[in-house]
Structure formats: structure tokens, C-alpha cells
């Protein structure tokens, strides 16, 4: 389960920046539904949504989640491939003379299955490992391994694997990927959580697409579960062809409104992009519950009705027994709603005077500004919280236009 994720120096954001997955004590809303109670002493909040203007910075944030995931999956692989074949490898903020020569630095903490926290992060310039460092929490924390550039600190008592490997790391791989690829066994641990962390884009399928196929394909259980989902779009049934493209089928009429037949549709092609969405998308989400995982979402509430949108959030505050987690960004004000969310689950991200940009919660304000029971929506949508600006129509614009 995710505690924390920090950032700095990544596209659109400079300084270091925070997402807190721990809920504010003093905070009583919901705590029955939206909570998980761990057994380390503290709770951990179910979902996260964040919100915020075009060109704010919220499609960054995601992309920072799938940017630090990438490189630890990818790093030793890339590291065998020549400069030009590994693509893009400048994502520092470009609008400060500091940010252009710094490295981008990222961290995450979380909580593992046998009940021990992780502080894993990295900083990267361009494809070299500036920095890297891992520790282990059980009482109190410890140092696994430091590294600073090619110069290792390791605890050799609680992480012996380290030293076994730490002369054959090249300067642009990173020390875990190195690890997890000898199947060491803390590394392969702290591996095997990122794998459990889905990033994906709201606004392109092409990422989770195939998680739906499988499941429809090797899982009698998810397609049962997928056919009951979507009865309301009058599909009857759901179904894979041999080269494991979607069927979807729909009940036949004759003219006395009797079902005469069952026809079937070419899933890609004659369904609507809402549909196609929704059925990806709830691939993802059962995926994510049943196993217990970590889903980031960009643009969640593209193509789908606000009611949708709020029926996926039930499912993770109320029907989430493996404490998955849901994270994710969105432009639908309807869902900024007291019945829906506690302050601590709701963030912003806006632009500062200087271009960069920022990510704060709605915990943050006082009480004389947000109160548990106040309207959401309306103070956002009045630019109380900021992050809502929108195009300011001037005498000077329309001058211009015409």
C-alpha cells in the first residue's frame, strides 16, 4: 500500500512535491468507508483525486508515477541498448537556470505484505544514477543501502545481497533493477510492489486494453463479473474471438418487441467510445481490487457519465477488502462532493507566478475556508482553492477577433 510519493524536477513541477496517502486524524468523515487500518499503528486512505486547470500540471503527476516505474522495470534492459534507441532522457523542469543542471529525484514509501514499510527513491540525470538509497522500517528505520553515484554504502548485516552485486552496477542502472534481475530476495520484494502499481492514461486505452483480454480470457470469474456490470448498456454477453478481440452481443426484436435473437458486435467498431472505455477501464478496476494494487488513472472521467465515475469510487470505498488503492486525476466538479470524499482524499495542482507547478490538498485550508460539510464543488468552481482559472473573455480579446 502506497504512504507516500515524492517527485521534484520532473516536466512541469520544480520543487519537491508530495502526495500523502495518510488521512488528517482530526478528520471524521467517512471514516467507516474510505480508511484502511493497517497494523504498523496508522491508517492509509483508499483513493485520491486531483484536480486542477488545463495545463496545471495534473497529466505530469500521473506521468511522474509512470516515469519512476518505467525506469525501475526498464533500467538494466535499456542500459544494453545504444544512446539513441533509448529514447527521451531530458524531463527536468526548463524554466530556472538551477533545474536545467539538476537531477529529477523521486521517492516512494509504502507498506509491503508482511507488514514492513519501504523507503525506496533515486535521482537520474539524463540516463546516469545520481543518487539511490533504500530502507527498511520495522520499529524504527534503517539504512539497507545508500548510493552515491557509483560508491555504495551497504548495511551489510541487513542486506548482504548488496554486496554481492554492488562492483558489476553500471552507472546508469539502477542498484534495485540490478538486484531484482539476480532475484535477490529484499530487492525482488520492493520490485515485485512496483509491478503492482498500474499507471495508465483515462484518455488512451491502449494501456489496459489487454488487461481486460486476459481476464475475459483466462479468468470464468472476471467475465462473469463484467457481464453483470454492463447489463445496463443492454449488452447480454461478453465474449473473445480466437485472436482474443471483444464481443459484446445485444438482444434481437421482432416487430411485437419479443427477443428473437442474440446478435453479436464487433466490439472495436460498433460499440461507442464510452463503452470501449467503461469496459477497459472496469478490466483495470477489477484487476486492481482483487489483487490488491495501486491504480493510477489520468483523466478518469473522460467519456464517462458523472454517475459511472461515482459507482467506480464505491467500489474501492465500499467493496474494498484487499485495501487496493485508487489514484487519479479528473475535470468533473460532480464528483467534488462531501458524500464522496474527505478533505485529505481531495488535491490540487496549480501553476505558480514562476511556471511551476504545484500539488496541495484541500486539508490544508482552514476551517474558516472548507468544512466537512461545506459544497465542494462550488468553492472550487469559484476558485476558493485556486487551480480552476479558466479564459478570461476581454474587451481587449474580442477586439482582437474581430
Known amino acids: 500500500m502506497l504512504i507516500e510519493f515524492k517527485y521534484s524536477n520532473f516536466l512541469s513541477y520544480k520543487d519537491e512535491t508530495t502526495l500523502l496517502m495518510t488521512p488528517v486524524k482530526s478528520f471524521k468523515e467517512h471514516r467507516d468507508t474510505h480508511i484502511i487500518k493497517t497494523n504498523k499503528g496508522f491508517e492509509l486512505l483508499k483513493t485520491a483525486a486531483v484536480y486542477g ?26 542500459s544494453l541498448k545504444k544512446e539513441e534507441d533509448r529514447g527521451r532522457k531530458d524531463f527536468n523542469f526548463k524554466l530556472t537556470e538551477e533545474s536545467e543542471d539538476s537531477p529529477t529525484c ?15 527513491g533515486f535521482e537520474i ?3 546516469k544514477i545520481v543518487k539511490e538509497w533504500l530502507f527498511k522500517k520495522v520499529e524504527s528505520e534503517t539504512p539497507l543501502f545508500e548510493r552515491n553515484e ?17 562492483k558489476d552496477v553500471n552507472s546508469n542502472v539502477l542498484f534495485l533493477s540490478h538486484l531484482a534481475q539476480n532475484n535477490t530476495n529484499v530487492a525482488s520484494l520492493v520490485f515485485k510492489w512496483f509491478r503492482s502499481v498500474n499507471v495508465v492514461s483515462g484518455l488512451d486505452d491502449r494501456h489496459y486494453k489487454n488487461v481486460t483480454k486476459n481476464l475475459l480470457n483466462d479468468v470464468p470469474e472476471f467475465k462473469a463479473w463484467l457481464s453483470l456490470a454492463v447489463k445496463f448498456l443492454e449488452i447480454t454477453n461478453i465474449n473473445t474471438s480466437k485472436d482474443k478481440n471483444i464481443i459484446t452481443y445485444h438482444n434481437k426484436f421482432d416487430q411485437n418487441d419479443a427477443i428473437v435473437d442474440s446478435v453479436a458486435f464487433d466490439f472495436e467498431r460498433e460499440e461507442s467510445q464510452g463503452t470501449k472505455k467503461l469496459i477497459y477501464l472496469l478490466g483495470a478496476v477489477y484487476d486492481t481490487l482483487m489483487l490488491g494494487k495501486v491504480l493510477f488513472i489520468d483523466e478518469v472521467d473522460s467519456k464517462l457519465h458523472p454517475n459511472l465515475s461515482k459507482k467506480l469510487l464505491e467500489l474501492f470505498h465500499r467493496l474494498n477488502i484487499r485495501n487496493a488503492q485508487f489514484i487519479f486525476t ?3 466538479a460532480v464528483l467534488l462532493d ?25 486539508s490544508e485550508f482552514n476551517a474558516d475556508v472548507v468544512r466537512n460539510s461545506s459544497d465542494f464543488r462550488k468553492k472550487y468552481l469559484d476558485s476558493v482553492f485556486g487551480a480552476a482559472e479558466t479564459l478570461e473573455i476581454t474587451d481587449e480579446l474580442i477586439k482582437l477577433m474581430y
Open 53 to 78: 486547470k488545463n495545463g496545471g500540471g495534473k497529466s505530469n503527476f500521473i506521468a511522474a508515477m509512470g516515469f519512476m516505474k518505467k525506469t525501475i522495470h526498464n533500467s538494466f534492459a535499456d
Open 106 to 120: 523521486f521517492e516512494v514509501s509504502f507498506l509491503s505484505e508482511d507488514d514492513i514499510i519501504y523507503r525506496y
Open 125 to 127: 540525470k539524463g540516463y
Open 150 to 166: 557509483n560508491k555504495f554504502r551497504i548495511n551489510a548485516s541487513g542486506f548482504a545481497e548488496g554486496n554481492k552485486y554492488k
Open 330 to 332: 479528473a475535470h468533473d
Open 338 to 362: 462531501k458524500d464522496l470524499f474527505r478533505r485529505d482524499q481531495i488535491w490540487f495542482v496549480d501553476r505558480n507566478k514562476f511556471g511551476a507547478s504545484e500539488l496541495y490538498s484541500m
